[in-house]
Structures are given as structure tokens and as C-alpha cells.
Nanobody, 125 residues
Framework: VQLQASGGGLVQAGDSLRLSCAAS????????MGWFRQAPGKEREFVAV????????NYADPVKGRFTISKDNAKNTGYLQMTSLKPEDTAVYYC???????????????????WGQGTQVTVSS
């Protein structure tokens, strides 16, 4: 599956953004989808993940209650709705997918086989 992330931009603290992850090549319903981010000088970190057919999600503590992950398998697209953005959310955001990932390992970027190219999110104070 090929992934294309989009929707990043420059916003002010408190604003919202919605990132999209368009999948092509195979049915997205077979894939767990995750969002990760990487700030300059830092390692790539887990943000959120959603089960293959949606419904079950998991979030990193810093974004819990502010970000919402979703997946529209009919459109082969995943989303990350981000609200109440903070300057510390500034990073390149990546979507990732995997068809065989065990749920207990979903926070590990090394476990994902497929990655989008990343989209920059910059939050000014």
C-alpha cells in the first residue's frame, strides 16, 4: 500500500488542523493505521493508532483529549483531527500502516511496513 499524508501547515496555538492519509494500492481495511511525529533533533514518536476497521484507538498521553484519529475505509483515507494545538506539537507528522501488526506493538514505529512522506505542522505561540 502507498500512503500520502497531507494537511499540515502553519497555525497559531489553540488552532485546529486535520491531517489526511490517502492510501492506494490495496484495501485500507486490512491495515492498522498509525500517526507518528518527529520534531527536529528528536526521535520519531507515537501519536495515535486505529484498528483495521476502526473503533479501537489508542493515543499518546500528550495528545489525549485533543487529537482524534479516524479511518474511512470506503475512501481509503485516514485522518488525524488535531485541536487545541500547542507549540510543542510542532513536528513532521507521518502516517503509517501495517497489515500484520499485533496490537500490543502499535506504538513502535519500527513495526510498521508502510509510511507516508510526512507533512509539516508548525504551531506558533
Amino acid at each position: 500500500v502507498q500512503l500520502q499524508a497531507s494537511g499540515g501547515g502553519l497555525v497559531q496555538a489553540g488552532d485546529s488542523l486535520r491531517l489526511s492519509c490517502a492510501a492506494s494500492g490495496r484495501s485500507f481495511s486490512n491495515y492498522i493505521m498509525g500517526w507518528f511525529r518527529q520534531a527536529p533533533g528528536k526521535e520519531r514518536e507515537f501519536v495515535a493508532v486505529i484498528q483495521r476497521r476502526g473503533g479501537i484507538t489508542n493515543y499518546a498521553d500528550p495528545v489525549k483529549g485533543r487529537f482524534t484519529i479516524s479511518k474511512d475505509n470506503a475512501k481509503n483515507t485516514g485522518y488525524l483531527q488535531m485541536t487545541s494545538l500547542k507549540p510543542e506539537d510542532t513536528a513532521v507528522y507521518y502516517c503509517a500502516a501495517d497489515s500484520t501488526l499485533i496490537w500490543g506493538l502499535v506504538r513502535r514505529p519500527s513495526e510498521y511496513d508502510y509510511w507516508g512522506q510526512g507533512t509539516q505542522v508548525t504551531v506558533s505561540s
